[in-house]
């Protein structure tokens, strides 16, 4: 399969160029910029790409490639930081501009070249940098300039390398999806032949292949990534795969059965009903770390059981995506804080001895989705609202008994029906209720009542990284807060939250 590598140097816009090159049908993935050009000759790819950067190459500890991978006889694309790199390897001069530039500018061609074919003369780009080319390199070529640089793209024509200042690879760059098709298809001679149907048909062969007559278990949770690795899966090896649902009974009403309902004619299906267990564990448990973990090693202790109890198992398939393994999310590794753990079926037991099946960890979440329908999965399933792994128990402040929960499910099932049918559910990234830990006054007939509140949560957001509280109109606010409060015994109130993420998050805990 062609590939291409691109080397990271700790571009926040990093990913965005994989999948920029990804969805010219292009395979690609992200390497540490260290990569010796002795494993790259291994990979083989047909072209490099250098990511930008934060750092200066005319500071001491800059990340630096191997020089060799300038021998490799590969076309090389370097971008922003990568373009100063190509600079100052080849015996140009980087330093601080005059003018820094930060947004969008206008780039003036100056040389035809074929990075730039069929794209007009001059083009709007988004730049960000502070350092810049100010003396061109030996054998380079100046191919265009901005409002505040005099080079912001050049190039070395015998050995195919090229750098651009600009950020081809964001939206910003109107015409850059087309410049890195320009390089991929008429400088490196890629062909875009990397789609779907070919990533199931290769990852169906290689998944019979390794797992032979042998059986794989894999955990279903109704959610989009765990369904579409079961899916395919299922598509691969049939009934060897047997899938284990845990109801951990911190799912929205009518969930399990749903799921179950849905997949039990469709898998090899094993239900467990964990939900007494659950709740026993998470009796008088606040901290909403400590529910977390709680939840997180009770379902692996189950799930450890329940292959023991089907026994002579070799594999174990795991809905790991591209984001998780990216072996270098920054060169300098800097360690952020822990908000929250976010404890998923991805993180499954270490301990337990399988061997691991992980076919979606090339996968970009919306290629996860792009690969569901390909698969055949209905909508309802691929684009649903994400659900946290420790479910209910986080929306539940303080204590999770059964009746709190049965307090908040039925509150969460208006919530919903009633952002169904007026159509906002695919508008918002998130809707939910929470079950705050107070009581309130409130009359209902002639009688006082002392009785929960609920919150209501509604988000925009489009990577859950920031989120905007969502404009609900208020006729639909006003309904729901009547029917839950009508319809659900112990709630006399309804609060609606409108606090964006940053400075608070989601979720309430
Ligand atoms: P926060 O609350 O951190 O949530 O703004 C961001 C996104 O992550 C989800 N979330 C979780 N998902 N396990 C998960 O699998 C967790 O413990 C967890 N906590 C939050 C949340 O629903 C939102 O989409």
Not at 236 to 257: S, T
Not at 301 to 318: D, P, S, T, V
């Amino acid at each position: 399969m062609e590939k291409i590598i691109i080397l990271d140097f700790g571009s926040q816009y990093t990913q965005l160029i994989a999948r920029k090159i990804r969805e010219l049908k292009v395979y690609c993935e992200i390497k540490p910029f260290s990569l010796s050009a002795e494993e790259i000759k291994k990979i083989a790819p047909k072209a490099l790409i250098l990511s930008g950067g934060p750092a200066s190459v005319n500071q001491t500890d800059r990340p630096y490639p191997d020089k060799k991978i300038f021998e490799l006889g590969i076309p090389i694309l370097g971008i922003c930081y990568g373009m100063q790199v190509i600079a100052d390897a080849f015996g140009g001069k980087v330093s601080y501009a005059k003018t820094r530039e930060y947004g969008r500018s206008k780039l003036l061609i100056n040389k035809k070249d074929a990075i730039f074919s069929n794209l007009p003369e001059s083009m709007t780009v988004w730049m960000s940098h502070g350092d810049s080319v100010a003396v061109l390199p030996k054998g380079f070529i100046n191919l265009a300039k901005s409002e505040g640089i005099p080079c912001a793209a050049f190039v070395n024509k015998t050995k195919k390398i090229y750098g651009v200042q600009f950020h081809p690879e964001v939206a910003h760059t109107p015409k850059g999806k087309a410049m890195l098709a320009n390089f991929l298809f008429k400088i490196a001679n890629c062909l875009p032949t990397w789609t779907m149907t070919s990533f199931i048909q290769e990852k169906t062969e290689e998944i019979r292949d390794r797992v032979g007559d042998e059986r794989v278990i894999c955990a279903l949770s109704g959610g989009v990534d765990s369904t579409v690795l079961c899916t395919l899966l299922h598509r691969a090896i049939g009934n060897q795969l047997i899938a284990i649902f845990v109801n951990n009974g911190l799912l929205r009403k009518g969930e399990p059965e749903a799921i179950v309902q849905r997949f039990k004619n469709l898998f090899n299906l094993r239900y467990i009903n964990a939900e007494r267990r659950f709740l026993s564990k998470l009796r008088g448990v606040i901290d909403p770390e400590r529910k977390r973990r709680i939840i997180g090693n009770e379902f692996i202790r189950i799930f450890e059981n329940e292959a023991k109890k089907i026994g002579g198992i070799k594999f174990l398939a795991q809905g790991t995506l591209y984001p998780d393994v990216i072996e270098s999310k920054s060169p300098w590794g800097g360690p952020s804080a822990t908000i929250k753990t976010h404890h998923n079926v991805g993180g499954l037991p270490k301990r337990m001895r399988f061997q691991l099946i992980e076919p979606l960890k090339e996968l970009f979440k919306d290629e996860v989705r792009v690969l569901g329908k390909e698969l055949g999965l209905p909508d309802d399933i691929l684009k649903r609202q994400p659900f946290p792994g420790p479910g209910l128990a986080v929306r539940i402040i303080g204590d999770v008994t059964k009746e709190r929960l049965r307090i908040l499910k039925e509150a969460d099932a208006i919530l919903l029906d009633e952002i169904r049918k007026a159509n906002w559910e695919r508008k918002l990234w998130q809707a939910f209720a929470v079950l705050l830990p107070v009581k309130t006054v409130g009359v209902m007939g002639d009688q006082r009542t002392y009785e929960a509140v609920i919150a209501i949560r509604a988000v925009y957001s489009s990577d859950a990284m920031t989120a905007d509280w969502a404009d609900l109109p208020h006729s639909l606010l006003g309904r729901i807060a009547n029917r839950i409060i009508n319809e659900v015994r112990g709630v006399n109130r309804v609060v609606y939250d409108i606090s964006s993420k940053p400075p608070s998050t989601i979720e309430w805990e």
